[in-house]
């Protein structure tokens, strides 16, 4: 008999084409009547949009987030949204605007209602960071958790494929990661299957066809259960390193992801065998690395290291980091052996 520690996280999920129209009502069932709507400027049309949809309740729109919420975003959306005397945040986009919206809830508890267009899965955790003098801090609060999330995969149509790929490979890791945590649980099992699944289906459909809205929903469907598992419970090497190369040598968030994974999978393997029986399942491979490796590679994604902004002469630097203020893993981190690591996914071989 295995022992575990479940806490449901509370929030509200609305799911389906066509729930963006279900706006207005989310609103008031939030009892807000002035909603500051936030974006990317790339999304700024998309936040237009979702004014409008607000109307008389829009307070208006803050459209500079950015990766990796620098401080003084944070600063400028809280004022905006104070000046405009907003009760609340509607953040529609990916990660890097949920995080803009964790931070304004964060120093003024307002609720955020989260759009989200990727499948980082950020709308699912009480989870926030915010980048100052060049250092992401991160920590977490139950307030900064959306309370209610609308998942609409019309919204999704418009994701270049190349993210869309290396962006579910990001929900991927969250999955699998979850299923060798500490915190590992039975719930979060089934969760972390699914969405894997789901995401592995997903994926060659949308590269096959971008405006495939089934597709598009299979994956913001394992998207949505990845996020929940991120939320739920703690992760591992992976993540760490992925940290380390974010933090430290400012590599692109999702394809850093999609790159690291095979390799973390392949270093934990013999350590974690239920875990990958789970991922290679969901995935219908023959070994749970090689599964995730081909489904990057098969889809157009980057693959390696080098190819997306490391420098080889960074890797002695980038494992010293990684080693330090360690995640607990299923094996143990070994110097020589999260070097090689870092080798191979620098060179983007397909695990052995
Ligand atoms: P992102 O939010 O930075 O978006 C990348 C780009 O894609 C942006 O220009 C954005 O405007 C654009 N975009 C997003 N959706 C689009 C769509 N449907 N159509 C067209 N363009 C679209 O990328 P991301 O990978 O979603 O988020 C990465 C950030 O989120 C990182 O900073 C990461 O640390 C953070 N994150 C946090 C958590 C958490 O739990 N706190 C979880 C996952 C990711």
Not at 20 to 36: D, F, K, N, T, Y
Not at 217 to 226: E, I, R, S
Not at 246 to 267: I, K, Q, R, W
């Amino acid at each position: 008999m295995r022992a575990f520690v479940y806490s449901g996280q509370p929030g509200r999920v609305v799911f389906g084409p066509g729930t963006l129209s279900q706006l207005g009502r989310e609103i008031q069932a939030l009892g807000a009547r002035r909603a500051l709507v936030l974006s990317t400027p790339e999304q700024r049309a998309s936040a237009e949009h979702v004014a409008d949809l607000l109307g008389d309740r829009a307070a208006g729109i803050f459209d500079r987030a950015v990766m990796h919420v620098p401080i003084e975003t944070a600063r400028e959306a809280r004022e905006v949204a104070r000046t405009l005397g907003a009760d609340c945040a509607v953040a529609v986009g990916g990660g890097s605007t949920t995080g803009l919206g964790k931070a304004i809830a964060l120093d003024s508890g307002l609720p955020i209602l989260a759009i989200p267009t990727t499948y980082a899965g950020s709308e699912m955790t009480p989870i926030y960071g915010i980048t100052e003098a060049g250092m992401k801090k991160t920590g977490r609060d139950a307030k900064v958790l959306p309370r209610t999330v609308i998942y609409d995969p019309e919204l999704t149509l418009t994701l270049p494929v190349g993210l869309s790929v290396t962006s579910g490979l990001n929900a991927i890791a969250h999955a699998a990661e979850g299923l060798y945590s500490v915190e590992a649980n039975p719930v979060m099992d089934l969760m972390a299957e699914e969405g894997i699944g789901a995401l592995g289906r997903a994926l060659p459909r949308i590269r096959a066809n971008p405006a495939d809205v089934e597709a598009r929903g299979d994956a913001l469907y394992g998207a949505w259960l990845c996020g929940i598992v991120l939320g739920n419970v703690g992760m591992a090497l992976h993540h760490k390193l992925c940290h380390t190369l974010g933090g430290s040598f400012n590599l692109p968030h999702a394809e850093t992801h999609t790159v690291v994974l095979p390799h973390a999978l392949a270093y934990n393997a013999a350590a974690a065998p239920r875990a990958m029986n789970r991922i290679q399942r969901a995935l219908k491979g023959k070994d749970a690395a090689q599964a995730v490796y081909d489904l990057a590679k098969d889809n157009g994604a980057p693959v390696a290291l080098r190819d997306i902004g490391m420098k080889e002469g960074d890797l002695d630097r980038a494992c010293e980091i990684a080693l330090q203020n360690q995640y607990p893993n299923p094996r143990p981190l070994e110097k020589a052996a999260i070097r090689q690591l870092l080798q191979d996914a620098f060179d983007g071989v397909r695990p052995a």
